[in-house]
């Protein structure tokens, strides 16, 4: 699966991430698993020895479950070539029972060329991340299903198969994507750009469940599982990005009544961008009021706009901005 893809941002300091990073209760930061994850440089004969070393003066599951996260951010990039050209074995016996044994060898040997090259796709990141987890008997699974992304928010994003990972800390299952937590690819997955992003890790399921659909509707950790109409028919958010990380945002295009019939949708930030833009379909900037009430940046458009558009945000507009959502009119 290739990663989150977003082109428009610009790479984030770890020293801020790690001021910043905090946990879904926001209660707990992790500079200290940061900073373990981003200088470790000692050797390691296999990932039981990485996942020892790397926990060894951490004390809690949440830290845990944190250097991994990072350290993978750090040191795996994505494969485009395999993602491209991908694995896909064959396994022969005469049981049920053999063909279990040989997945498993499989999926270790992978995990290990995973750690000797340091590369790999959705599959491997999510398969290490567990395997690391397991290492220190921290419980975390394997979730398969699809995702959306910057080029394919809408309703052809079927066609992207993903996998990714929850881990249950103090009882809790929490959901991350260590692929698209280390970086993001172009548009045809030739080139990898690595960008650490924390906002991958421990996401709340509401904001999750705007790119991910699992399998299994349990693993959307939602009271009310999504549909796949629901899914699709959803805005597109970046909660991957954290200099404005978004809180909360308009589930869809609401039109107001009155003279004007304008659309409008709104967005709330912890962190508000002084600047934004609004582009159409194919990029070009459309005409837009901002109304900033009551904690949120309220977009209000004509009433004859159509088709997709996407919000981008920053301190200037002469400055790379990031884009913030994406909806359709």
Not at 17 to 25: D, E, G
Request: hydrophobic residues 35%; contains cysteine.
């Amino acid at each position: 699966m290739k990663n989150y893809l977003q082109p428009f941002k610009h790479t984030i300091l770890l020293l801020f991430a790690a001021l910043w990073c905090l946990s879904a209760t926001g209660q707990t930061t992790y500079e200290k698993a940061d900073s373990i994850a981003a200088a470790f440089d000692e050797p390691y004969e296999n990932v039981e020895d990485l996942a020892r070393k790397l926990t060894a003066t951490l004390s809690t599951e949440e830290e845990k479950a944190r250097v991994f996260f990072i350290w993978i951010a750090h040191h795996i990039r994505y494969d485009c070539g395999k993602f491209h050209k991908p694995n896909n074995p064959e396994f022969r016996a005469r049981t049920e029972e053999e063909i279990l044994v040989a997945m498993e060898q499989w999926r270790r040997s992978e995990i290990e060329k995973t750690l000797k090259y340091k590369k790999g796709i959705c599959g491997d990141y999510s398969h290490l991340y567990k395997a690391l987890c397991d290492a220190v008997e921290l419980e975390a699974v394997v979730i398969s299903g699809n995702a959306r992304d910057f080029y394919k928010p809408q309703r052809n994003s079927f066609d992207i198969s993903h996998a990714w990972n929850a881990v249950r800390i103090d009882g809790e299952w929490r959901l991350l994507d260590a692929t698209w937590g280390a970086g993001y690819t172009d548009a045809g997955v030739t080139k990898f750009y690595r960008e650490v992003s924390p906002g991958f890790f421990f996401t709340p399921p509401k904001l999750f469940s705007q790119s991910h659909f699992p399998d299994d509707e349990k693993w959307q950790l939602l009271e009310e599982p999504l549909s796949k109409a629901d899914y699709t028919d959803q805005p597109l958010v970046n909660y991957g990005q954290i200099d404005y990380r978004i809180l909360d945002f308009a589930p869809g295009v609401e039109t107001t009544s009155g003279e004007k019939n304008e659309k409008q949708i709104w967005l709330r930030f912890e962190n508000t961008p002084k600047e934004l833009m609004v582009t159409n379909r194919i990029g070009k900037p459309m005409k837009f009021q901002r109304t900033d009430v009551d904690g949120k940046v309220l977009l209000s458009f004509s009433g004859s706009a159509t088709g997709s558009i996407t919000v981008f945000g920053g301190k200037s507009l002469r400055s790379r901005m990031e884009w913030m959502a994406k909806y359709e009119l």
